[in-house]
């Protein structure tokens, strides 16, 4: 069954009001981080957010796991900003070195990507995220 709010679905509704609340915020990048295996979405989280810690202090990030079957996550779709200062392709070579491939692109809001980042985030099955790291760890 079908919700409508105004003329759209309840989902278009969380997706759009999602998309229009991380627009308040300075994205620098634009992300998707695969693994080179199928991990548990819990461990793919940890391993995300051990990563992210280790980029710096004042970083913010906005993530979703996607790619769920059987509790199983391939990849992580993110924007990140706040005082990342790192080059995305540093960025990209760190994540490759330990987990699998990252495509990072400078964030460029006219492409929609804040709106196709929440695409899932009315699923009772996606898992997402708002960080802000406050100390700095070192990336392993």
């Known amino acids: 069954m079908r919700y409508a709010v105004r003329g759209i679905s309840k989902r278009a509704a969380t997706i759009s009001a999602a998309g229009d609340w991380l627009r308040e915020y300075v994205w620098r990048y634009f992300s998707t981080f695969t693994f080179r295996k199928n991990i548990s979405s819990e461990s793919a989280e940890r391993r995300f957010k051990r990563f992210m810690a280790g980029l710096g202090k004042g970083i913010i990030c906005f993530y979703v796991l996607e790619g769920f079957q059987f509790r199983r996550c391939d ?14 392709s540093v960025i990209e070579r760190k994540w490759r070195k330990k987990y699998g491939i990252a495509k990072i692109e400078p964030f460029d809001e006219s492409k929609g990507g804040l709106y196709y980042l ?3 985030i009315a699923d009772t099955r996606t898992e997402w995220g708002f960080k ?8 392993d």
Do not use: Q, W
């Open 75 to 88: 990849h992580i779709h993110c924007v990140i900003g706040g005082a990342v200062t790192m080059d995305c």
């Open 118 to 120: 929440c695409k899932r």
């Open 132 to 139: 802000l790291y406050k100390r700095k760890n070192k990336c």
